[in-house]
């Protein structure tokens, strides 16, 4: 029996297998495809970096306004400290000197509060054991007249500020909306970008004064005008380098604190004032 071989003419009309791939047009559509899920998670990326962004910005404009704010209670504190009281023991021992005025560098002895006013205050005390210091805090204005603006403290020997009655600032908070005039107004306009209005936080004074019984104190200029004092305030109204990414709209936090002035004495009448 002959083997079943194929003809020649049977294996000249079998079809040719075509080339197996991806047409000119499968391939435009999956980079399309693959373009739009990069697209997307590129965007979501970019969002989750911006709302890091400002959260990290939150807490540390938060923590560098509290940690200013701190600084400066304890600084109250301490104003008018060394009293004469401290200084010169009563009764004197022979020969009766005569207790020094508190503007006597040489002294030793603090004026307490110096000058008072919505946005700066300048006091001294002895805050580390080395001296009587003085101490500057103040709203610094940028060069174009409008707020955020910067709360700066500075401190130096009161030796050295008669000196040289300038300062270096360490210490500074960011952001500060508010400059309040004290009547109810702000001294200096906000701008901000973004679709927040932030007129409201601008009116709070930076520092209030009270008397005794709570009353308001306007501003002085010398320490026997600012004697009525006997507590201080500071509010910072801040907002941090970021806005919101979903509102467009900068975060404000507001955080004040009052402190008592303990230490304060009349430099010709060693009694601790009431």
Known sequence: ??????????AKSRP???????SLLEMLFSLALL????????????????RNFAESAKVDTVQETRDFVDQMVRDVHDVGYPPPLVVYTIPRPPPLTPIPACSDRGSGVACGLVSFSPTQILYE???????????????????SGRCPCRLQRGAKLKSDYVLDPTFTY???????????NGAGAATYPISLSGNGD?????????????????????????PSACSTIRSLQITANVAPNFMDPKTDIFPVYSITSKARLN????PKDPTPAP
């Open 263 to 266: 230490n304060l004495t009349d």
């Open 170 to 180: 360490f210490t500074e908070v960011n952001g500060v909306l508010n400059s309040g």
């Open 35 to 50: 373009g739009i899920v990069l697209a997307v998670a590129m965007e979501a990326i970019i969002q989750m970096q911006q």
């Open 1 to 10: 029996m002959k083997p079943n071989i194929p003809s020649r003419r049977n």
């Open 125 to 143: 005390g002895d805050l580390d054991g080395a001296g009587v210091n003085v101490i500057m805090v103040q709203l610094e204005i940028p060069l």
């Open 198 to 222: 932030y007129t409201a936080y601008a009116t709070a004074d930076i520092f209030s004064a009270y008397d005794t019984d709570g009353n308001p104190v306007p501003p002085c200029l010398n």
């Open 16 to 22: 040719h297998s075509r080339a197996e791939g991806f």
